[in-house]
């Protein structure tokens, strides 16, 4: 069910969790969420001493310091009515595993059950919660887009980005074709398996090339990090960006691996 704002109501507060990769290494990818947000009627904030969702401990099997970050972050977003991510894998993190951290019956397991309630993935947000339906900026490219494993799999988002997409102007949508199969990323899955990771991504690049599309998209870094490294080692032409900065019509900045290509 949709949990569609009235656009009549007190403007959200939201509290952007930036996320590790996008901080460090795609930064234009938090300018265009803010972007996104404001348009939609919000107030964002994006909170300086945010780190790590805990995810890579998390999956690595040390729950204690996964819990332990869980609690500095609920601390630190406690005073927005949603927090928003743009990355599926974070935001699965922030909604699906928190709760899990903490024994049932516990005050901290009831402070992250009503803390997940209010965490969502960017696009999602944007479409189902604030009811964004279309987007006037102009792209006149054709595109193909990736589901991430996380965004997917654990929020449900994939109808909602293409929809959006398809409402921009000039844009061609080419769908990928096994779009909902891993590119091999996983966060530390392709450090403890590379020979397997690369055997996805590879499978996973040879579908993009047949897309036909000139630009890949995708709603999480670490994929898409994943996907452009394999496709410039590759000798592709082929562009690759976050889909919020499209969205944002914010593509100012080089596409993804755009610096080292030939």
Do not use: W
């Given at each position: 069910?949709?949990?569609?704002?009235?656009?009549?109501?007190?403007?959200?507060?939201?509290?952007?969790?930036?996320?590790?990769?996008?901080?460090?290494?795609?930064?234009?990818?938090?300018?265009?969420?803010v972007?996104?947000?404001?348009?939609?009627?919000?107030?964002?904030d994006?909170?300086?001493?945010?780190?790590?969702?805990?995810?890579?401990?998390?999956?690595?099997?040390?729950?204690?310091?996964?819990?332990?970050?869980?609690?500095?972050?609920?601390?630190?977003?406690?005073?927005?009515?949603?927090?928003?991510?743009?990355?599926?894998?974070?935001?699965?993190?922030?909604?699906?595993h928190?709760?899990?951290?903490f024994?049932?019956?516990?005050?901290?397991?009831?402070?992250?059950?009503?803390?997940?309630?209010?965490?969502?993935?960017?696009?999602?947000?944007?479409?189902?919660?604030?009811?964004?339906?279309?987007?006037?900026?102009?792209?006149?490219?054709?595109?193909?887009?990736?589901?991430?494993?996380?965004?997917?799999?654990?929020?449900?988002?994939?109808?909602?980005?293409?929809?959006?997409?398809?409402?921009?102007?000039?844009?061609?949508?080419?769908?990928?074709h096994?779009?909902?199969?891993?590119?091999?990323?996983?966060?530390?899955?392709c450090?403890?398996?590379?020979?397997?990771?690369?055997?996805?991504?590879?499978?996973?690049?040879?579908?993009?090339?047949?897309?036909?599309?000139?630009?890949?998209?995708?709603?999480?870094?670490?994929?898409?990090?994943?996907?452009?490294?394999?496709?410039?080692?590759?000798?592709?032409?082929?562009?690759?960006?976050?889909?919020?900065?499209?969205?944002a019509?914010?593509?100012?900045?080089?596409?993804?691996?755009?610096?080292?290509?030939?």
């Amino acid at each position: 069910m949709k949990e569609k704002a009235s656009l009549t109501e007190r403007p959200p507060r939201v509290g952007l969790f930036v996320t590790c990769l996008v901080d460090l290494l795609r930064p234009s990818v938090g300018f265009a969420a803010v972007k996104l947000l404001e348009d939609a009627g919000c107030v964002v904030d994006a909170p300086l001493s945010q780190t790590c969702c805990g995810q890579p401990g998390y999956n690595s099997g040390d729950r204690h310091t996964a819990a332990e970050i869980a609690l500095q972050v609920i601390d630190l977003f406690d005073p927005y009515d949603f927090i928003v991510a743009p990355s599926g894998s974070c935001a699965g993190m922030l909604r699906k595993h928190y709760p899990a951290l903490f024994a049932e019956g516990t005050p901290e397991r009831m402070r992250a059950e009503k803390f997940s309630g209010r965490c969502y993935e960017l696009i999602s947000f944007l479409a189902d919660v604030r009811g964004v339906e279309t987007i006037p900026v102009p792209c006149r490219r054709s595109v193909t887009y990736h589901d991430s494993c996380s965004g997917l799999r654990e929020l449900g988002v994939r109808a909602q980005p293409r929809r959006l997409l398809a409402s921009m102007p000039g844009l061609a949508l080419k769908e990928l074709h096994e779009s909902d199969v891993c590119c091999g990323f996983g966060g530390t899955f392709c450090v403890k398996y590379p020979a397997i990771s690369n055997a996805m991504v590879e499978h996973k690049v040879a579908n993009i090339e047949k897309s036909g599309a000139e630009l890949l998209l995708a709603g999480d870094l670490g994929c898409l990090l994943n996907m452009a490294g394999k496709l410039t080692r590759s000798g592709s032409n082929i562009e690759v960006r976050h889909v919020a900065e499209v969205l944002a019509g914010d593509t100012s900045e080089p596409p993804i691996a755009g610096a080292n290509r030939p």
